[in-house]
């Protein structure tokens, strides 16, 4: 069965600090990796997508990793803002499918002051 | 530029209500859409998606129905609500058919509460 695994469920860190948010799947055959920033009431705006050959890929302080071997990605994001504050979903592609991408349940982000 | 709009942003219904939300998409032509629900604390579940106007693929059996009645439109229906449908819904779409290396463009769904 195709699964997404997010930790930690939800983190609270201070402004300018960095943190970094984990995904572990299971999905096969692997097609691409998405990390997307949901804001609380929102729809999901993508942050990165990364293939197969690609071990990192970054987006201003959004710096996403991925190891295809031990199936697990990792979103790191540096100098922490209070507008960062959202959740994170990690969402696998299966091959070339258009309706098969695996949603993670996310990690809630907090940022406090 | 694209754009996705959902509307309305919040709906409380009773039971056994009809439901219709509509999601439109500009500045593209023949994209994929897609019906999302988000239960709290769980990942996003699809529930529909179209390649086409009047071609509709059904991800999971349920109390809903989605049509799409022209290439930028796209519409989730119930004739009946129950408590289950409860829930955060979500309209994307992605700008080539079969491409999956494209992003998913979501709008900013429609909190519906069941009463």
């Known amino acids: 069965k195709n699964q997404v695994e997010q930790s930690p469920q939800s983190l609270i860190i201070l402004e300018g600090k960095n943190c970094t948010l984990q995904c572990n799947y299971t999905v096969s055959p692997f097609s691409n990796l998405r990390w997307y920033k949901q804001d609380t009431g929102r729809g999901p705006v993508s942050l990165t997508i990364?293939?197969?050959?690609?071990n990192t890929k970054s987006n201003g302080r959004y710096t996403a990793t991925l190891d295809a071997d031990t199936k697990q990605s990792s979103l790191h994001i540096t100098a922490s803002q209070l507008s960062d504050s959202a959740s994170y979903i990690c969402v696998v592609s299966v091959d070339t499918g258009r309706r098969a991408l695996t949603f993670g349940s996310g990690t809630r982000l907090q940022v406090q002051p | 530029s694209q754009t996705i709009h959902q509307w309305p942003a919040t709906l409380v219904q009773p039971v056994g209500s009809p439901l219709s939300l509509e999601c439109t998409v500009e500045g593209t032509s023949n994209p994929n859409l897609y019906w999302y629900r988000q239960a709290a604390g769980r990942g996003l579940q699809l529930l529909f998606y179209s390649v086409g106007i009047g071609q509709i693929s059904s991800e999971v059996p349920q109390n809903l129905s989605a049509s799409r009645p022209q290439d930028r439109q796209f519409i989730l229906s119930s004739k009946k609500l129950l408590l289950s449908d409860s829930g955060f819904y979500l309209c994307?779409?992605?700008?080539?058919?079969?491409?999956?290396?494209?992003?998913?463009?979501f709008g900013d769904g429609t909190r519906l509460s069941i009463l």
């Open positions: 990364m293939t197969f050959s690609e």
């Open positions: 994307a779409w992605s700008p080539t058919p079969g491409a999956s290396n494209q992003p998913q463009h």
